[in-house]
Structure formats: C-alpha cells, structure tokens
C-alpha cells in the first residue's frame, strides 16, 4: 500500500533499517538516565536544530503529541488567558481542549480563502496568542508575513502548531515563541512523539507563571532537558529514529524547496485534470497537505478505487469529512509514489468525462 494520508503518514523508507540498527544498538535497552542515552539526546538535539535551522537560543524538548503540547501550554504558560485564532478543525480542537484546562480562552476564527491580517485590538495583554501555521484539516497555511507582522507589533508570547508543516517547510522560528509538531507528518517517522521548541521569551514567561504541578509541567520538562534527560522514561525509539532521519535528510532549505516545487507541481495538476481544489485561494493553500473538494458519493468511489490500487487517499476532516480527500505532500514520499497516484487520478478523472 502506498500511503497519502495526512498523519500517521508515510515513513521514510530508510525506517525499517534504523528499525533495525536500533534494536542492534543497544540504545533502546539502556537506561534513560545513563550516559548512553544522554550522549543520544545530545546529539539528536544538536543535529534536529541543525537541519532545521532552529536559533541557538531556542530549546527543543521531546514529549509524546501535539496534543500533550495543547496541554503543556495551557498548563505552563497561559497567565490567565489565550487567543485562538483559526480557521479550521484542529485550530479548533486546540482552543476547546485549552478551555477544559484554563476556562479562559478567546477566539478570532476566520474564513478558508482569507489571508489572515492581525487585527490587534482584539488581543488583550498578557494573552497567549495560539496559531496553526499548517491546518490538515483543511489544507490552508498562515503566511511568514503574518508571524512577522505579529511579531513587530504585539508582546504577546505566540504559540503555534505547526504538526504537518515542521520539517516540511522553513518555519519563521524567530516570530513566534512555541513551535510543536508531532513526528509522524512530515518528520515521516512512526507515530509517538512529538517536538516542541521555546523561545527564551516562552522560558521566561514559564518562570513567570511558575507551574510545576505536573509531570509535564514546562519547567520540569525543561529541567531534565537540560541534563539531556527527560521527566518520565522517554520514546527511545522514536529519539533514536529522529535522530537517524535528521542525520538523513538535506537541510530544510533544500527540504522546503522540493515541497514547495511539489505542492505547486500537484495544484496545477488537480486543477488540469477537473479537480475541485478545496481552497480556492492559492496564497493560502497549504504546501504539506492538499485538499480536494467533492460530492460524497464521487469521494467514497475516489477512496475505494484507490484503495483497489493499493493507494490510500487520506479521508476529510472535520466539516469536510465526507466530501473531500486529503494528500499529503511530505518529504518522505517519493517521486514513484506521486507518479502512482498521478497516473490513477488522472485515469479516474477521464472516466467521468467520459461516463
Ligand atoms: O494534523 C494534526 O494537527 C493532527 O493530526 C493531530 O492534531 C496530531 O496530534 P497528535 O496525535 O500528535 O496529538
Ligand atoms: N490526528 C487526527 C488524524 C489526522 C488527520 O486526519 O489529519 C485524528 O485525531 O483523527
């Protein structure tokens, strides 16, 4: 099966080796407390903020999802409140989930097709400012320009999930202060863990609001990251697989650029053969996640025909669940594997011209 869902999605191929060189290590029967694995954690670290050009001051920590990360801001880093600025089902599902914890939370939400602008006065002091940079959901991206912009004119701490766009794309790390993404987008590597990286400003506001009441508390976290240790028995694995893919891949600059060629190269494509792209706006279509727009019947033919193939198109999500398909676009697919799925939609799409 070849696989397009948006997450878990296609591992890298070279995964089932470092599976392998894993097992025949040792690494992941050592002590998360010795030597061994520190060395590993230390490396891992160094090589990730490398490859992906993350600032010297920024720290990277390792914790289980994105969704652990929703809960370690609300937790750690919320004063009293945050602003959730979304347009899609997981920017959503963030603000719902950090209400249960802060019973705090405001939204500006905005529409598929809008270039998000800053609109300040609805962001009050001291609020955490919560963003997706990449929503799956519904295959949009929010501009460099607005976490520039962001950036210049608030003092606000910013928090983004950027879940299927990190290690995909060139993220602006210096205009936003938590950056999270679990590993299983475009990290291609299997499901269980997830990166998030702070800015000192993030750090400072944590020692501000001085939480650590929980296991996952940002300054516990921190502490032990800090040694090169976690707070509880980490994913070994899934440091030492990361740290194998790290040491893989180009730099994200030459990452960013094959994306973005692909993204544009899929778009005209879609667009060529009669598909309804979800998002019509093309300054705001996603470079990670592809969305296509169509009638629920002509969806689940879409699905099971490919699946007939051996290819998996990913299923909507949220609004549009049954009425589009999502491709993902992430580095560890190949350029066969695009080829497969060209050469079967354009087949499908002739088929109903000619049906
Ligand atoms: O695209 C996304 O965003 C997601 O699929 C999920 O929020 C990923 O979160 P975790 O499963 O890693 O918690
Ligand atoms: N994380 C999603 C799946 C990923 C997606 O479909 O975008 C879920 O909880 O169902």
């Not at 920017?91 to 602008?117: C, H, Q």
């Amino acid at each position: 099966m070849i696989t397009f869902y948006p997450g878990p999605s296609k591992v890298y191929d070279e995964v089932g080796q470092y599976l392998q060189e894993a097992f025949e290590s040792g690494v992941i029967s050592a002590n998360h407390r010795s030597q061994e694995f520190m060395q590993m954690l230390e490396k891992t670290i160094h090589d990730l903020k490398i490859k992906l050009a993350v600032p010297d001051d920024y720290e990277v920590y390792f914790v289980s999802s994105a969704t652990e990360c929703w809960e370690i801001i609300a937790q750690s880093l919320i004063v009293e409140s945050s602003l959730h600025i979304y347009n899609g089902a997981f920017g959503e599902k963030w603000m719902d989930y950090t209400n249960k914890i802060s019973r705090n939370t405001a939204e500006s939400p905005f529409e598929l097709n809008e270039v998000l602008v800053l609109h300040e006065s609805v962001v009050r002091k001291n609020e955490v400012v919560c963003i997706t940079h990449n929503e799956t959901s519904n295959g949009t991206k929010v501009s460099d320009d607005f976490f520039a912009n962001i950036r210049k004119r608030l003092p606000n701490v910013i928090a983004v999930d950027a879940t299927s766009s990190m290690a995909g794309v060139i993220l602006p790390w210096e205009n936003a202060d938590v950056w999270y993404a679990s590993v299983q987008k475009c990290f291609g590597l299997p499901a269980g863990m997830a990166v998030m990286i702070v800015s000192p400003r993030a750090i400072q506001q944590a020692v501000m609001v001085g939480e650590r009441k929980h296991y996952n508390s940002l300054l516990f976290t921190r502490d032990n990251f800090l040694k090169f240790q976690t707070p509880y028995t980490p994913n070994t694995l899934g440091i030492y697989l990361i740290s194998k893919v790290m040491q893989q891949v180009p730099a994200i600059a030459e990452v960013d650029f094959r994306t973005k060629e692909r993204a544009k190269s899929w778009y005209s494509f879609l667009e060529h053969n009669g598909y309804q792209l979800m998002v019509e706006n093309e300054a705001v279509r996603s470079d990670t996640v592809i969305a296509v727009r169509d009638a629920k019947e002509r969806i689940a033919v879409l699905k099971k025909a490919a699946k007939q193939e051996g290819i998996i198109l990913g299923n909507g999500y949220g609004k549009e669940k049954d009425t589009s398909f999502r491709i993902a676009n992430f580095p560890a697919i190949n350029d066969n594997e695009i080829a497969t799925l060209r050469e079967f939609l354009a087949r499908m799409a002739l088929k109903t011209v000619n049906e």
